[in-house]
């Protein structure tokens, strides 16, 4: 069975600093993939990684993935407060078609 | 174009109800997801329809639960004897391949459906 954890859970931040969120996963996959979900609203993607080492940003966020790790990281850089969120990887196992989710990072971030 | 579009955004039932929960997907995509969000969690997936074949289902949580899709467009969630354990959001996406199909190939979510069981 296909596991994502998340951490942290909760991350409260002021505006400025850095910050990374952390994705593991317990199985091979061939793919990683970022959302973003406001509060009560749907989720938006944010980045598709799709080999080891692969590294992708916007703005300030950037993703990266560690196949062999099985680790998966979004490193959030100046943090404003737009980026106030929760935000999920998600994983499919090779060959699958529906996404597995990890638990979320809220994200909060004062002024 | 148009997103993924849900109906009704809120239902509100009684416990033992019946409910139909509607997904219209983007235009052409082939294959589309159902995805169950409880407070404070990620979305669980539920089922996956590529065409009109359900071609996976192991996520239903049991027999209540059932969802069409007859013409490869539009797909409704039904839900019989509703229970209060029901209540979450529920949502819908849409890709134009299966993920299997294309390493490039993403979901697109539709804005959920937020059901109440009382």
């Known amino acids: 069975e296909l596991k994502v954890e998340q951490n942290p859970l909760f991350l409260s931040m002021q505006e400025g600093k850095n910050y990374t969120i952390y994705c593991n996963y317990s199985t091979t996959s061939d793919r990683l993939y970022w959302y973003r979900q406001d509060p009560g609203k749907s989720l938006e993607s944010l980045f598709v990684l799709l080999s080891n080492g692969a590294v992708k940003q916007e703005g300030r966020l950037m993703a990266s993935l560690d196949t062999k790790a099985r680790l998966s990281t979004l490193h959030i850089t100046a943090a404003v407060h737009d980026l106030s969120a929760t935000y999920f990887c998600a994983v499919t196992l090779n060959a699958g078609n529906m996404l597995t989710f990890g638990g979320g990072t809220r994200l909060m971030v004062k002024p | 174009g148009a997103g993924v579009s849900q109906t009704p955004s809120n239902k509100v039932t009684e416990k033992g109800k019946y409910v139909e929960l509607r997904c219209d997907p983007i235009?052409?995509?082939?294959?589309l997801y159902w995805y169950r969000q409880s407070l404070g969690q990620g979305p669980e997936f539920l089922i996956y329809f590529q065409g009109t074949g359900a071609a996976d289902d192991s996520g239903l949580p049991n027999d209540r639960f059932f969802a069409v899709r007859p013409e490869g467009s539009v797909s409704t969630l039904k839900i019989q004897r509703t229970e209060r354990g029901d209540s979450a959001v529920y949502l819908c996406?849409?890709?134009?391949?299966?993920?299997?199909?294309?390493?490039?190939?993403?979901?697109?979510f539709g804005p959920g459906t937020r059901l109440t069981v009382l």
């Open positions: 996406a849409s890709s134009l391949f299966p993920l299997s199909a294309s390493s490039y190939n993403e979901q697109f």
């Open positions: 235009s052409g995509h082939t294959a």
